[in-house]
């Protein structure tokens, strides 16, 4: 028994009603398809339909093996088009959005890379300080920075970034470097809003928590304002580490309390789940995360 052709059949008179309609889509004679079906009843030893002269309705057995059958050949159907898909050049619209700065510095060059190197892919870069509903917005790839909580996402994770205090050589020098966030109380602060509440600096050493309740005397929603602010003196801030990396290897930044820090939290790689994805979709992930992983190692 030819078993491919065995499932085609069977399905066919499932979907389609009768052994009459399943001749015509298969292309095939009406003795062919009868002849086929009892040999896979057969083979199964059970009854997949239950006939009258009229009707032919599918038996409990017969609708559990239906569903299973057309799981099966509809992940084989997925398997042969991704296979496609490896051996056809990306082409279309990549759509990709991230937080603002994370996007200017390590997302933007990924994408003209992409572009150089598949000239048949335009792309729009969305880059906002928001979370995205990839599917609603249209999006094909979002970077994500904390937990992925949206099941309906899938996710390759490529690093993680981590909450540093840091300040400027020329305030420290006045005010003094803190050794233990107990020592905070007499600075002064710069609060980027994007991280949160401008009330509380939060801090853990080992197991244990501790929150330090400040007042800024300067705050911006804009990162770049928040960092230019802390570089000339005004107060001690508090960033992600890859908003405060260039300045703290230029040395404009030293970081602080590093010992106290929280817990770092996962940056990631979403697209919206599929079994099947597009050629420059699957193409960009694969691609983009180990230059993600590089660039986010500390």
């Known amino acids: 028994m030819d078993k491919f052709k065995a499932l085609q059949t069977f399905i066919a008179i499932a979907e389609h009603g009768s052994l009459t309609a399943a001749s015509v889509h298969l292309n095939t004679s009406l003795p062919t398809v009868v002849r086929t079906l009892?040999?896979?009843?057969?083979?199964?030893?059970?009854?997949?339909f239950n006939r009258t002269t009229r009707r032919i309705n599918l038996t409990d057995d017969g609708r559990r093996y239906l569903e299973t059958c057309q799981q099966a050949l509809g992940q084989l159907d997925e398997a042969e088009q991704a296979l496609t898909a490896t051996r056809s050049k990306p082409s279309g619209r990549l759509t990709v959005t991230s937080s603002v700065l994370f996007g200017r510095m390590h997302v933007a060059p990924l994408v003209s890379t992409f572009l150089t190197r598949y000239p048949d892919v335009s792309a729009q870069l969305v880059l906002l300080d928001r979370v995205v509903d990839l599917v609603e917005e249209g999006i094909d790839v979002g970077v994500r920075i904390?937990?992925?909580?949206?099941?309906?996402?899938?996710?390759?994770?490529?690093?993680?970034?981590?909450?540093?205090?840091?300040?400027?050589?020329?305030?420290?020098?006045?005010?003094?470097?803190?050794?233990?966030?107990?020592?905070?109380?007499?600075?002064?602060?710069?609060?980027?809003s994007g991280l949160g509440s401008s009330e509380v600096l939060h801090f853990m050493r080992g197991a244990r928590k501790h929150d330090v309740a400040i007042t800024p005397r300067w705050s911006s929603n804009s990162v770049d304002a928040a960092l230019s602010a802390v570089v000339d003196g005004l107060g001690i801030g508090q960033f992600l580490s890859y908003m405060a990396q260039p300045l703290v290897r230029s040395g404009s930044l030293c970081p602080l309390l590093e010992t106290f820090e929280p817990p770092a939290v996962p940056v990631t790689l979403v697209y919206p789940h599929s079994r099947l994805l597009s050629t420059k979709v699957r193409l960009f992930v694969d691609e983009s995360a180990p230059v993600l992983r590089a660039g986010l190692v500390h």
């Open 146 to 192: 904390g937990p992925l909580p949206d099941s309906s996402l899938h996710g390759v994770n490529v690093g993680t970034v981590r909450r540093v205090l840091c300040a400027s050589p020329a305030y420290l020098a006045r005010m003094g470097s803190p050794a233990h966030p107990d020592a905070l109380a007499p600075h002064s602060f710069v609060h980027f």
């Open 38 to 48: 009892a040999e896979l009843e057969r083979h199964l030893q059970v009854t997949l």
